[in-house]
């Protein structure tokens, strides 16, 4: 089952929110002592900032950690300039989330195949809510599986189970 | 040599609704840099988050930062 969870993803962000999300980026990068730009864009119904440059890569982090926290950040700054806004900006370095993707279907998909094969539950480790939905949508058509969460917060975790053929 | 003390006052200075009442200090323990965070009362919720989601996010970036030069910093949100 897809959670599209996170209505407040579809809504357009006050540009307020997001350059005060661009700003401390880029002073959160200047802090760090690395150089990279912050460039704000729209895709596919989210606000997407990118951080590029000579030490992009340095604010990825193992598994996007660093990425992940800079973006939890960057959305508090957000959320805080304009109050009662919940706001879901998408923060990037070097291409880093669209690489991840890729890297997660296909893990889904193998995972998928497995789960088929097997005819056992698969339980994947822990992933934020837009990795989660890469999951999701990627098994979504897949034949003979079906896929749930479970677990609460940054402990959600994705359970992919076989399904009979009917 | 990225100064952690610099890169936890702008980020705490970001995160709240007063400023000025951001107090970071910096002392040295065993070899490591430790960091001392004191925000207004009303503001402790907004540098440590949900389950501590948001501390943890602070120390992930500085850690990041100091990374490089091989800096060990400790963060502590400390509750007067």
């Not at chain 1, 900032?49 to 598994?63: F, I, N, Q, R, T």
């Not at chain 1, 109050?83 to 690489?99: C, E, I, N, Q």
């Amino acid at each position: 089952m897809v959670d599209l969870n996170d209505p407040s993803a579809r809504r357009p962000l006050d540009p307020r929110a997001i350059d005060a999300a661009s700003v401390f980026l880029k002073d959160t990068v200047i802090a760090m002592g690395l150089d990279a730009d912050v460039n704000v864009r729209e895709e596919g119904g989210d606000t997407v900032l990118e951080l590029s440059g000579p030490d992009a890569k340095h604010l990825v982090g193992k598994k996007g950690v660093t990425i992940d926290a800079l973006q939890l950040l960057a959305n508090r700054v957000a959320s805080k300039t304009v109050a009662g806004d919940r706001a879901s900006l998408v923060v990037d370095a070097d291409g880093y989330r669209a690489k991840r993707e890729r890297t997660l279907s296909t893990m889904a998909q193998e995972l998928g195949e497995r789960c088929v094969k097997e005819g056992k539950v698969i339980l994947m480790e822990p992933l934020p809510p837009r990795e989660r939905r890469t999951v999701h949508m990627a098994l979504a058509r897949f034949e003979g599986v079906q896929t749930q969460s479970e677990g609460e917060g940054e402990e959600r975790r994705i359970k992919i189970i076989p399904m009979p053929a009917p | 040599m990225v100064d952690p003390f610099l890169i936890v006052r702008h980020l705490a200075r970001s995160l709240v609704d007063k400023p000025d009442a951001v107090k970071v200090s910096e002392s040295s323990r065993d070899g490591a840099v430790v960091i001392e965070l004191r925000v207004a009362p009303d503001d402790l919720g907004k540098v440590i988050g949900r389950r501590g989601q948001t501390a943890r996010a602070l120390r992930t970036v500085l850690s990041a930062a100091t990374a490089v030069s091989g800096q060990r910093v400790l963060l502590n949100i400390v509750e007067d």
